[in-house]
């Protein structure tokens, strides 16, 4: 025992950063051990072994990428994946809008090719191809890539790399505009993704990734958008750097409101001078320097602010069953588990939770066992608190639950304070 105990201590104190290859020392924030986040339970496997894995966030030293090690491969997590994007109408609105202003912006036609890496169940490509824009997606989740191929939108069923960058350019395949929304983040090796973006790109084509940003994580205290699909986390600092070292230039940025702020960085070959740098470039890179991004010291406060958290949270529900509420969860998002594992929060406190998505009801939450039922339960059981899970839709959220009010419920949300919504 001791034997391997030493053993997984020594691979640990070797762990290195998956872009510059630093050996990691420093702890960003270490939330424990956790189930894979998506990995929701039917009843019969509630008896059954769990695994759960650490969920353990270093920062690098050298490039401040602040990252999970790849505890579990990809190909377990994606190649049957629960979640699918068409689900969540502001998601669904963003995805239009983006595509608007990409084809008005760099005069996307019929000639052109939108090439969307972790297209998920076509939800975004579905609106180029309305506009008559050639798309091809590449997917690795079996099941989801079946329904954009079912909806007509072309898909490859792959993992996105340098290998099949370079096949799909053998086969002719260059795209105009390259797109990866919350994707860069998921990818174990971002140095074969992004290297495999440059191989694909057209001379003049554009690349755009939206994906959480670090420096909102960290203001925002949104320690449970950390799960092990997240291998990743990303500084727009750290970011430049990384597509720099494989010949890319970003050329501009947009910071958004998306999954507690996101950014989305354009950027496009560095020899390429038909787009020129915005001020926009300059003006983040500087905020984040000013902020301390380039300074260990700054990510080491992380780790109290999220313990502090914790305890409020726990606080609040002990005080709410102390009076004897009841308390439903909203969502079964990935990041609801985070939270609900690190919080230890089970059946104890939350009675159930609701999911919009038909695939989920009828299942458990893993480690928590918490049960998922159609929205409707929350009427029929009229609950005194409603946790929102996915604070990120809470506007959405709190439309569509307004009837609570009938029988006096209120709202939650847990982030980045726990607030009982007005
Ligand atoms: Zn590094």
Redesign the pocket.
Known sequence: MEGIALQEKASARTAA?R??G?ALHHTFTDLGMSPLCESILSADQLNQMEAFYPLHVFV?E??F?VQLQEYVSPEHIFTEYAYFSSYSDSWLAHAKAYTQLMVERFQLGPDSLAVELASNDGYLLQYFVEQGIPVLGVEPAVNVARQAIEKGIPTLVKFFGQELAAQMARDGVRADLILGNNVLAQVPDVCSFVAGMKTLLKPQGVITLEFPHLMRLMEGNQFDTIYHEHFSYFSFLTTMKIMARFGLAVFDVEELSTHGGSLRVYARHAEDTSHRVTERVQELAQREERAGFTRLETYFSFDEKVKDTKRKIMAFLIDAKRAGKSIAGYGAPGKGNTLLNYCAIRTDFLDYTVDRNPYKHGKFLPGTHIPIFPPERIRETRPDYVLILPWNLKNEIREQLSYIREWGGKLVVPIPEVEVLP
């Open positions: 950063c872009f510059c630093c690098c050298d490039c990428l």
